[in-house]
């Protein structure tokens, strides 16, 4: 997996031989996970909505998760979390230069 990590990364909901990953809420479960690390950190009811450096999202119809740098400053561990979970998961990571420049299936 060589991406650039400087800005934010995406983790796609394909596996390296384009498979779609299970199960289908994946995105929301690892963003729910990341809902404590946050600007301020945690703070009353901040389990309930998720952290804006771990986001779930949808990219022409591929389920992923946008993970910011600021994650990263804030709590290394997390942000390497993130980025084992897309390894062990043989998840396809991409950069923002690489979402514009690369069809996704």
């Known amino acids: 997996m060589s991406v ?9 909901g394909l596996t390296l031989d384009g498979k779609t990953f299970r199960p289908s809420d994946w995105a929301e479960r690892l963003a729910g996970v990341m809902s ?3 600007p301020g950190g945690p703070q009353l009811g901040s ?7 771990c986001i779930p999202t949808s ?10 740098h600021d994650l990263r400053e804030h709590e290394l561990l997390a942000w390497e979390f993130c980025f084992n979970f897309a390894r062990d998961n043989q998840l396809q990571v991409r950069d923002q230069r690489e979402l514009c420049a690369l069809p996704l299936r």
């Open 47 to 53: 389990h309930l909505g998720y952290s804006p450096w």
């Open 59 to 68: 990219l022409d119809g591929v389920t992923c998760v946008v993970v910011h």
């Open 4 to 12: 650039d990590l400087s800005h934010e990364f995406f983790i796609l």
């Open 36 to 38: 404590q690390f946050r």
